[in-house]
């Protein structure tokens, strides 16, 4: 579903049926954290669903404030994978192991004739 600020994000929820106005961020509320459509501006998981589809990443969003404005609050993101138990620092990335590269893409760069 599309978040207010237009991007497709697969935890954003609206209900708009008959007349009704209720949307919410489902990531967000499973960590028990408020949300506001303003925070949808520059939250990274839609970014980072598009680049990488894994399905053993999990998300974990914080709530924090910027320091420019201060009283600006944005999501920030940290990735963990579950098949390897352990954290991922480039989540658009990914782990590097749950999904290998084709051969093609390996040798890019290389002279081939």
């Known amino acids: 579903m599309k978040t207010p600020d237009g991007r497709e994000c697969k935890y954003f929820y609206g209900d708009?049926?008959?007349g009704r106005e209720h949307e919410e961020?489902?990531?967000l509320k499973a960590h028990d954290i408020p949300w506001t459509p303003d925070l949808c501006a520059a939250c990274p998981v839609p970014d980072i669903l598009r680049a990488n589809a894994c399905t053993y990443m999990e998300l974990r969003p914080?709530?924090?404030?910027s320091l420019l404005p201060p009283w600006k609050r944005q999501v920030r993101v940290t990735a963990f994978c579950r098949?390897?138990?352990r954290p991922v620092a480039e989540p658009e990335v990914g782990c590097g192991e749950c999904h290998t590269l084709p051969?093609?893409?390996l040798h890019i760069g290389d002279?081939?004739?």
């Open 16 to 18: 708009y049926y008959r």
């Open 25 to 27: 961020c489902r990531l």
């Open 62 to 65: 914080v709530l924090q404030r």
């Open 83 to 85: 098949k390897t138990s």
């Open 103 to 105: 051969e093609a893409f």
């Open 111 to 113: 002279d081939h004739p």
